[in-house]
Structure formats: structure tokens, C-alpha cells
């Protein structure tokens, strides 16, 4: 149980420190137009989201190649892969090779999103998953709050550079904490390496796991692997309705990260290192939203799972859903309507930390979802709907300036508030009905 609970520490930190790097130069993005003479606004925003745009490439192939050779060795080699591109950031010397090696940390960086609920469905039974994907949720949701804290008082003291390298020697004490602690959990792999062992301590060459199939090459794997995540996004309702969900919610969080720093400095008037303090709303929203849904959604699978004579269903994870649902347009109203009014800073805090709340649960909810759902294919299937999120969560930031040039903070926030009633309010209750229905059609799912 310590390896199991070290696995997704270790597995968190992995998935906290990207995020903070794609965050942390929100407050910065002043001083690095000045820098690089960008002019553009949405020349400058891009430079923030494009570390997101890797988040839909990375997991397609990542997730896929965890479920071939194992989680951690993927996991290991694409961390560091992040770590070189990162650094390599703060010694951009053009806008150009600042996105570009944005881009390509993002890739790296995008491990852990595509294969960390598939560890955790290697680690945990249905009924303990919901704590272990509380914890593991909250890290990229978390990071990007805390990450522009840091970056503000950086900025502001130092220089943007710093940003890219304090995060990299984040990441290398992290890194050596994986090689230590961090261990291999996907079946397949552990019982691929039995094989080998006892193949030759026996010398019989007719050993095989349920996994082994003598007719598939490596190649026929691999691509077979990699083609999982296009057929489940593509052919599961399931995973289709859940990602478009989810997509949405990353671009309100991301668009939100990009314009936070334009409220408090522009309408507020505050410096760079004080306006980033109001990003504390955001992760107190983030960590509140963690302690009442983690505890909840287990007790509440726990007693359905009772009441149906045992049987657990990935369905008993939708009622925390429903509130969930409820708090991200209300955030955005309150958010919305009271920096339109310019009232007192602590009224649209409270509207960003309510939102936070709401995304983090029904963050939770559809993460544990889609794994309790896929359990074997639950790194493809993550890695199937990180790709419309990250997606969202790198376009929304481009028009957010314009659409608040527009609309302003309260028809702005209003609008994207109506569209999340329309998308999230239904989505709940259409799992209950129809979920285990769609599941026992699908040759992916379990738990049906």
C-alpha cells in the first residue's frame, strides 16, 4: 500500500510541475513582448497557450506506448524530455524559439496527464480510486494557479528567464525521487518480465502470459496501441460527451489563467507581484474542491455499491457531478459581473474561487469516470480526451482578449456561462441513463 500511495505522489509532482511552467510566465507575458517586440496580442498570448497545444499531441502516442513498455520507464524519459526543453526556454533568444521550445517541453510535459490515471487504475480498486484520482487531478489544476504566483514576484524582482529555470530544478529533484520510489505497476509488463525470468530459470521457451499474442509483431503492437486513443474518441459516445466536457472546462481555466493578470493590473491597478496574489482564489478553489470531493465520491460510490448487491458501476461516480455543474456558471457570473463593476477585489475572487471548485469536481468525477470505465485502456482513453481539452485550453486564451473587448468581464463570462449550463447540466443525468446501456456496446469499456 506505501508503494502504491509513494507511486502517486510521485506521479502528482510529475503532473504538477508542467503545468506551473505553462503558467508561470502568465504575469511575465509584459515583460517578454517588450523583450521579443511583440505587438500582437494574440502573438503574445500564443506564447503562453502553445505549451498546452503539445498537451493534445504527446498523450496520443505516450498513453498508448505506457500500455507496451510499462509506465515508468515512458514516464521517466519523457520528464526528462521536458526538462531539457524547458531549460532551454529561459535561454531563448527570439519569440520564435521561445514557442518552439515551448512546444516541445509541452510534449514531454504531457506524460503524466496521459499516463497517470492509467497508473492509478493499475494501483487501486474501484472504491480507494477516488481519493488516488483527487490527488492526482489536483495537480494540474493546482499548478497552473500556483505557477503565476511565483511567476509575478519573478518577473517583477528578477527576470522572466527564471521562470523557465527554477521550474527546471523543480523537476530534477523530482526526477530523482521517480528513479528511487517510482515502479513499475502495469500488469501486462510485470507479468511480461515474470515470464522472461522463470523462461530462463526453466529454460522452457513455452511460458506465455494472457497478454502474449505469438501473431502480432512489435510493430503490429505498437501500432494497434496508437491508434486506440483516435478509435475511442471516435467511436465512444462515452468518451466523446465526457471529453467535450472536459474540454471546455480546461479552456475556461485556461482562458481565466491568461486574463487574470489584465483584471488586477489594468482595472485594479495593482503591481505584477500583487495582482498574482489574487491566483490564490484560484487554488484555494482548486484544493476546497479536492478535501469535499474525495472523501465524498468514494463514501457515495461505496454506498451505491451496496445497495446494488456489490456490484460497482462507473456510473455511481456522476452524482458528485451534478453540484459540479452548478458552481462553474455561477462562478462565472459572480467572477463576471463584479470586475465589471469594479467592486471590491475580494468579489471577484470569490466568483473565481467558486468556479475553481466546480472544474476541479467535475474534473474528478469524469477522470474517475473514464477509469473506471476503461480500466485496461484507461491511459488511451485519458489520452482520448486530454486531446479536445488541451486543444480548448489552447484556443480559448487566443480570443479572450477580443471577446473582453467586446463583451466585457460580465456578458463575456455570462455567454461562456450559458454554454456551461447547456453543456454540463444534462451531461450528468444522461450518464446515469444511458451510460451503462452505451458500455455494454463497446469492446473498450468494463464495469458494464
Known amino acids: 500500500m506505501k508503494r502504491k500511495w509513494a507511486a502517486t505522489f510521485i506521479v502528482s509532482a510529475f503532473t504538477l510541475v508542467s503545468p506551473v511552467s505553462s503558467s ?4 511575465a507575458l509584459t515583460s517578454i513582448s517588450a523583450e521579443f517586440n511583440i505587438t500582437n496580442q494574440v502573438e503574445a498570448q500564443l506564447t503562453l ?5 503539445a498537451y493534445a499531441i504527446g498523450p496520443l502516442f505516450l498513453g498508448p506506448l505506457s500500455e507496451i513498455y510499462g509506465r515508468v520507464l515512458v514516464l521517466q ?3 526528462l524530455f521536458y526538462l531539457a526543453w524547458n531549460l532551454g526556454c529561459g535561454f531563448a533568444q527570439n519569440s520564435g524559439q521561445l514557442m518552439a521550445f515551448r512546444f516541445l517541453s509541452g510534449l514531454g510535459g504531457s506524460a503524466p496527464l496521459a499516463i497517470g490515471g492509467g497508473l492509478l487504475s493499475d494501483c487501486f480498486y474501484a472504491e480507494q480510486r477516488g481519493k488516488a484520482i483527487s490527488i492526482y487531478s489536483l495537480a494540474p489544476l493546482l499548478g ?13 524582482n528578477t527576470t522572466w528567464r527564471w521562470c523557465f529555470w527554477s521550474t527546471s530544478i523543480f523537476t530534477a529533484i523530482v526526477q530523482c525521487f521517480g528513479l528511487f520510489f517510482l515502479q513499475e505497476t502495469y500488469a501486462p509488463k510485470l507479468l511480461q518480465w515474470k515470464r522472461n525470468k522463470l523462461r530462463k530459470e526453466t529454460g522452457n521457451m513455452e511460458l506465455h502470459t494472457e497478454f502474449d499474442n505469438p501473431n502480432k509483431t ?21 468518451v466523446i460527451t465526457l471529453a467535450c466536457y472536459m474540454a471546455y472546462l480546461y479552456g475556461l481555466m485556461y482562458l481565466m489563467l491568461s486574463t487574470f493578470p489584465m483584471l488586477w493590473e489594468q482595472r485594479y491597478h495593482e503591481s505584477i507581484g500583487i495582482g498574482s496574489l489574487n491566483f490564490i482564489s484560484m487554488a484555494l478553489g482548486f484544493f476546497m474542491g479536492t478535501q469535499i470531493c474525495a472523501p465524498l465520491n468514494d463514501l457515495i460510490y461505496r454506498r451505491l455499491k451496496k445497495s446494488n448487491n456489490g456490484v460497482g458501476r462507473p456510473e455511481f461516480r456522476v452524482p458528485m457531478m451534478i453540484p459540479a455543474s452548478v458552481f462553474v456558471p455561477v462562478g462565472l457570473f459572480w467572477y463576471g459581473w463584479s470586475a465589471q463593476a469594479k467592486v471590491h477585489w475580494i468579489m471577484p475572487n470569490i466568483g473565481a474561487c467558486i468556479f475553481c471548485m466546480g472544474t476541479i469536481v467535475g474534473f474528478q468525477c469524469i477522470q474517475t469516470y473514464l477509469v473506471d470505465s476503461y480500466t485496461r485502456y484507461a491511459a488511451s482513453a485519458i489520452a482520448a480526451a486530454t486531446v479536445l481539452r488541451s486543444l480548448a ?4 486564451p487566443l480570443f479572450a482578449p477580443a471577446m473582453y473587448n467586446a463583451l466585457d468581464y460580465g456578458w463575456g463570462n455570462s455567454l461562456l456561462g450559458f454554454i ?14 444511458y451510460g451503462a446501456t452505451l458500455r455494454a456496446k463497446s469492446q473498450f469499456a468494463a464495469g458494464g
Open 218 to 238: 512489435l510493430l503490429t503492437t505498437i501500432q494497434i496501441a496508437l491508434k486506440r486513443p483516435f478509435i475511442l474518441l471516435f467511436t465512444q459516445p462515452i
Open 393 to 396: 485550453g489552447f484556443g480559448f
Open 144 to 156: 497552473p494557479a500556483i505557477g503565476p504566483i511565483a511567476g509575478g514576484f519573478i518577473s517583477e
Open 49 to 53: 497557450s502553445i505549451f498546452v497545444l
Open 77 to 79: 524519459l519523457s520528464n
Open 420 to 433: 456551461g449550463i447547456a453543456l454540463g447540466v444534462p451531461a450528468p443525468f444522461m450518464l446515469w441513463r
Open 24 to 27: 508561470m510566465i502568465a504575469p
